[in-house]
């Protein structure tokens, strides 16, 4: 195992450790975490066994920046020097004819030019002969300073910037092995430049990493029974997997257009080039679904809907009258067609639904990869605990913090290779009746904005409008 250095972008600081598990796991090979792994922090090291090991990370992480081979490390330059003399096995056949350049940056640092000189002459006993190309050099090498203050990074004041120079937690070295080339996908797949995308479309940076934690791999088949706008197809299918998405409301798939014009969903997917592997999208119930086999899909990974900006359906009605007629399509003097009735889904039951769905649905090995809102505060480790079933295992639970609120970016493998039968659906299938979740009826809470005295009302009062991004 050798030491590498990973340049993480710094956001989803929860999701890396996941992320880098699951690339990993995609392609067949280890990956070892130091056991003072920080995810805070920007640079971190870790073990690979090797150079290719590192690039496919660089390839499919959708967090990692840059991969470098990790030479040295140090709170003063003095020690950092010291314990790369120490690793000269490692950079000595680059010393003699190999051209190239000097990277150093800063962490909420920008370091003057001048001292930038100075490092890169601190390096001179390493005796590189070779030329200097500061375009398209065979050799770079990266030194990176580590600064935990951040004030000053945007309109700083000169003069503070100046005092603070030098004064960094630790400086990383190493040379680059690749740069990060799946972050670009963020623009690729920005939802702005959509040509279909609703209030509801997942961001695209967590919608990539939502089709990491699938290991979404050409040949394999994902699902997303809450598919509406797409958002999670369009990237599991990039990364090569064949996708088929459902939803209770058709009209979210399809889009607005002639009939004889491709729209919705699939004009999206032809704008990525990843049509062809839509195998189809239909528009049905997921507690009263057509799946007559289980075991078909390597994954299913969806963001189901909580009720902020549209709320959880499912087949029924809310109060059912006694003697109420049955519905004859006969009787209709219309030709509209007929739109069954719906009731609300609360959150804390369509959770459970939908892991007693995947036990059904998914391979064994497959994962199942969705959000869940919940309340910060009163969110307990047991709150996950109460929508599990046997032959279920959370593999990841990620935080995205928005405050008083968050989102839970939950993984959950099928183990084992028995098989179970379709799911009931039962309307008391909402978990352990003792303990009550945090995301247990998380619209209410949030339209009270989330005040434990604030009372009930069937028109509450709307708090501070979260950014888009937020929302889902």
């Known amino acids: ?59 499919r992480c959708i967090l990692v920046k840059s991969v470098y081979e990790f030479y040295a490390r140090g709170s003063t330059y003095e020690n950092m020097h ?5 690793a000269s096995d490692r950079w000595l056949r680059y010393a003699e004819d190999t051209s190239f350049k000097f990277s150093i940056l800063g962490y909420n640092h920008t370091i003057p030019n001048k001292r930038q000189r100075e490092v890169c002459e601190g390096f001179s006993y390493m005796n590189l002969q070779g030329k200097i190309d500061l375009k398209k050099p065979e050799l770079v090498l990266g030194v990176f300073e580590e600064y935990t203050d951040p004030r000053g990074v945007v309109g700083a004041n000169p003069e503070d910037q100046y005092k603070r120079d030098g004064q960094f937690r630790e400086v990383f070295f190493g040379r680059l092995i690749e740069e990060g ?98 195998m189809d999208l239909s528009t049905f119930d997921m507690t009263h679904h057509p799946w007559r086999k289980g075991s078909i899909f390597d994954a299913i990974v969806t963001d189901p809907p909580y009720g902020v900006r549209a709320g959880a359906k499912r087949l029924g009605r809310r109060k059912d009258r006694p003697n109420r007629p049955a519905f004859d399509p006969a009787q209709r003097k219309d030709e509209q067609p007929y739109v069954p009735p719906t009731s609300p889904y609360e959150l804390s039951q369509l959770a459970s639904d939908l892991v007693h769905l995947a036990r059904y649905l998914l391979k064994p090995g497959g994962r199942l990869v969705f959000f869940l809102p919940t309340v910060n505060e009163d969110y307990q480790e047991i709150d996950v605990a109460t929508f599990m079933c046997d032959g279920m295992q959370v593999i990841a639970n990620s935080l995205q913090d928005f405050g008083s609120w968050g989102r839970r970016l939950i993984t959950i493998r099928k183990t084992g290779s028995a098989e179970y039968p379709p799911p009931t659906f039962n309307a008391d299938s909402g978990g352990d009746p003792v303990h009550v979740p945090a995301h247990r009826d998380f619209r209410e809470k949030y339209f009270k904005g989330f005040r434990k005295d604030a009372p009930s009302s069937t028109s509450p009062e709307r708090p501070e409008p979260l950014k888009p991004e937020m929302l889902s």
């Open 1 to 59: 195992m050798q030491p590498y250095l990973i340049i993480f972008a710094q956001i989803h600081a929860e999701f890396r450790i996941p992320e880098l598990q699951s690339v990993a796991e995609l392609h067949g090979f280890k990956i070892y975490l130091p056991s003072d792994f920080d995810i805070g922090r920007p640079y971190q090291v870790i073990e690979l066994e090797s150079d290719e090991h590192a690039r496919l990370l660089a390839r």
């Open 82 to 86: 010291a314990e790369n003399r120490k």
């Open 181 to 278: 080339s799946a972050r670009p996908l963020i623009h690729t797949f920005d939802v702005k430049k959509r040509v279909f995308f609703g209030n509801t479309s997942m961001e695209a940076e967590v919608s990539l990493l939502m089709a990491n934690q699938t290991m979404a791999t050409p040949g394999s088949l994902v699902y997303d029974p809450f598919a509406g706008t797409g958002s999670m197809l369009y990237t599991a299918a990039w990364f090569g997997a064949y996708v088929y998405g459902s939803d209770i409301d058709g009209r979210q798939m399809r889009g607005k257009g002639a009939i004889n014009q491709t729209t919705g969903i699939r004009r999206a997917a032809e704008q990525y080039g990843v049509s062809q592997r839509i």
